[in-house]
């Protein structure tokens, strides 16, 4: 799959995020990236930046945090398209999750794991 295909689904997954949560998702850019960390070349996606949940009143002239989405692992693990599609929504799910403060071990409960 192209890189721009791939970035078609994640902007369709970022599109499908219901509007009630679309709404309180707060300076955040969404990057998709070829290749993971060397440390964990089977990353699928990351969150990176302050969650909702542990800003303070304080919180303020900071840069956007950061959700990045992988292609090349995504694309290894996945036997077709359909499989492509529905790993990029659980991917993004789960690293929106996570700037709402939603730990992994939650996530694997819910079925984003």
Do not use: K, W
Request: glycine share 10%; with cysteine; proline share 6%.
């Amino acid at each position: 799959m192209s890189r721009g295909d791939f970035e078609g689904l994640v902007a369709q997954a970022l599109d499908e995020v219901p509007e009630e949560l679309a709404g309180l998702i707060d300076n955040v850019a969404v990057f998709v990236e070829d290749e993971p960390p060397a440390s964990d070349p089977d990353l699928l996606g990351i969150y990176e930046g302050i969650p909702l949940t542990e800003r303070g009143h304080d919180y303020g002239g900071v840069l956007p945090d950061r959700i990045t989405i992988y292609r090349n692992p995504t694309l290894a693990i996945c036997e077709n398209v359909d499989d492509v599609v529905d790993e990029v929504n659980i991917t993004v799910v789960h690293e929106i999750a996570h700037h709402f403060g939603i730990d992994d071990a939650r996530l694997h409960e819910l079925g984003y794991g």
